[in-house]
Antibody, heavy 123, light 107 residues
Framework: QVQLQESGPGLVKPSQTLSLTCTVSAGSISSGSYYWSWIRQPAGKGLEWIGRVYTSGSTNYNPSLKSRVTLSVDTSKNQFSLKLRSVAAADTAVYYC???????????????WGQGTLVTVSS | DVQMTQSPSSLSASVGDRVTITCRASQTTSTFLNWYQQKPGKAPKLLIYAVSTLQSGVPSRFSGSGSGTDFTLTISSLQPEDFATYYCQQSYSTLYTFGQGTKLEIK
């Protein structure tokens, strides 16, 4: 079955750029009616959707983060990536990558998730 | 934004109990309402999509219902492995949003 794995630095300094990559295995990132998302969760808190990218390169972002976020996809490597600029302590969270599914015209959900990676913003 | 509000925020129950968690949206989400289960230190797991469709491999004791802005997740007979945090999520609006979570604890 499909597996997703996040990778990237676990510690980022304030004002710098957080960069994470999600590698998709046991399935092509380009197949099916899928999109690829990032979701984050501060310790002890709820889930916040960051954005999504299609293999066409089309993106949608959470307006609260839009000015700082870029999502991209590399189909040759079966990977998609997150860049979050000008980070602050409030960006400290577990970051998950997930596969989104458009199921007909009545459903849209995240069916596969990575295990999550903790990113701490601190000097 | 479509705000998602779950109730209760926490719940204590015993093995074998029937449990219901409610999720209310600030505007209609049509059929675009999903439920996830999250255990400590783990990624969320999809339980139900499109209000009431059980994801493959999810036990039949889980069920979902509702329409418009009001939805429920029901666990018919709690099992030890069901103690976790549950989140609803809307995907009707492109700004996907989650409820704040309901923590289900052992009484």
């Amino acid at each position: 079955q499909v597996q997703l794995q996040e990778s990237g630095p676990g510690l980022v300094k304030p004002s710098q750029t957080l960069s994470l990559t999600c590698t998709v295995s046991a399935g092509s990132i380009s197949s099916g009616s899928y999109y690829w998302s990032w979701i984050r969760q501060p310790a002890g808190k709820g889930l916040e959707w960051i954005g999504r990218v299609y293999t066409s390169g089309s993106t949608n972002y959470n307006p609260s983060l839009k000015s700082r976020v870029t999502l991209s996809v590399d189909t040759s490597k079966n990977q998609f990536s997150l860049k979050l600029r000008s980070v602050a302590a409030a960006d400290t969270a577990v970051y998950y990558c997930a596969r989104g599914v458009h199921h007909g015209d009545y459903a849209n959900y995240f069916d596969y998730w990575g295990q999550g990676t903790l990113v701490t913003v601190s000097s | 934004d479509v705000q998602m509000t779950q109730s209760p925020s926490s719940l204590s129950a015993s093995v074998g109990d029937r449990v219901t968690i409610t999720c209310r949206a600030s505007q209609t989400t049509s059929t675009f309402l999903n439920w996830y289960q999250q255990k400590p230190g783990k990624a969320p797991k999809l339980l139900i999509y499109a209000v009431s469709t059980l994801q493959s491999g999810v036990p039949s004791r889980f069920s979902g219902s509702g329409s418009g802005t009001d939805f429920t997740l029901t666990i018919s007979s709690l099992q030890p492995e069901d103690f976790a945090t549950y989140y609803c999520q809307q995907s009707y609006s492109t700004l996907y949003t989650f409820g704040q979570g309901t923590k289900l604890e052992i009484k």
